[in-house]
């Protein structure tokens, strides 16, 4: 039988639906990991805060980065921790999570607790360069704002 050629638009069509079905990240990071080559996972601990928060997954995505936190209070305070002013800085910008609204506006931690959460930054390009950091820009230990903001360093995509 002899194969019957596409058509130009169809072969785009059909591209187009192979890339659409895709996964959109590009590349993934999880810890703990075995895996050689992955970058030590990003732990930020502010032990005279109480608290620490580690990333426990970031997927890159074309023009996105998504981050899984992590977050530890060590200490005897309530921290309440406001989840649309953690930003991520890079190159010079700094950029907002964007917020579906499913989450509760405040991550409240008391004494000994752990919390859970996810961070979606669109970037409009792919996060390629080293010097990314989550900033927690609202943060309160028992109703006191804390001045310091905490710095989560986060590393680049791998190339891999």
Known sequence: MK????????????????????EAHWASLRW????????????????????????????????AIVVALELHNDGDALLQIERAAITLAWDELEYA????GSEPAWIELGPEAIAATQLRYHLGRPLTG???????RSLTRDGTSVVELPQLELPAMPMD
């Open 3 to 22: 194969p019957v050629p596409l058509s130009p638009r169809l072969a785009l069509a059909s591209l187009c639906l192979v890339l659409a079905c895709a």
């Open 97 to 100: 999570i964007e917020d579906g």
């Open 130 to 136: 080293p010097g990314s950091r989550l900033i927690l």
């Open 32 to 63: 703990p990991s075995d895996r050689p080559g992955t970058p030590r996972q990003p732990v930020l601990d502010a032990a005279d805060l109480g608290l620490a928060v580690r990333a426990t997954a970031i997927d890159y995505e074309p023009e």
